[in-house]
Nanobody, 124 residues
Framework: HVQLVESGGGSVQGGGSLKLSCKASGSAEIYSTYCMGWFRQAPGKEREGVGYVEARGRLTSYGAAAKGRFTISRDNSEKMLYLQMNSLKPEDTATYYC????????????????WGQGTQVTVS
């Protein structure tokens, strides 16, 4: 079991940037085996995938809304996951969650097992 704690959310004007962070508990060795992802959910909408990064951090993929604007990265030694968000739009307003799962989760996104409590991002 791993606990995930997100931070870095806030309010920003359209066109601005934010960097979200997610800290994992437990050992760095175990953390470095997880596929990590960012998801978001806006009020009244379904949760959607934002970005995913495989265990070693070499391969990433993104949801359609994030491509070209967001960058996912990780630091396995610090058990951290990041999401750099640029050119933010009002439609990016949502609660953002980080998630951890086995390697298959990077392909089968329903396979994520552990979730953080979320951090709110508001773009006006």
């Amino acid at each position: 079991h791993v606990q995930l704690v997100e931070s870095g959310g806030g309010s920003v004007q359209g066109g601005g940037s934010l960097k979200l962070s997610c800290k994992a508990s437990g050992s760095a060795e175990i953390y470095s085996t997880y596929c990590m992802g960012w998801f978001r959910q806006a009020p009244g909408k379904e949760r959607e995938g934002v970005g995913y990064v495989e265990a070693r951090g070499r391969l990433t993929s993104y949801g359609a809304a994030a491509k070209g604007r967001f960058t996912i990265s990780r630091d396995n030694s610090e058990k951290m996951l990041y999401l750099q968000m640029n050119s933010l739009k009002p439609e990016d307003t949502a609660t953002y969650y980080c998630a951890a799962g086995p390697a298959v989760a990077c392909v089968v996104h329903s396979a994520y097992k552990f979730w953080g409590q979320g951090t709110q991002v508001t773009v006006s």
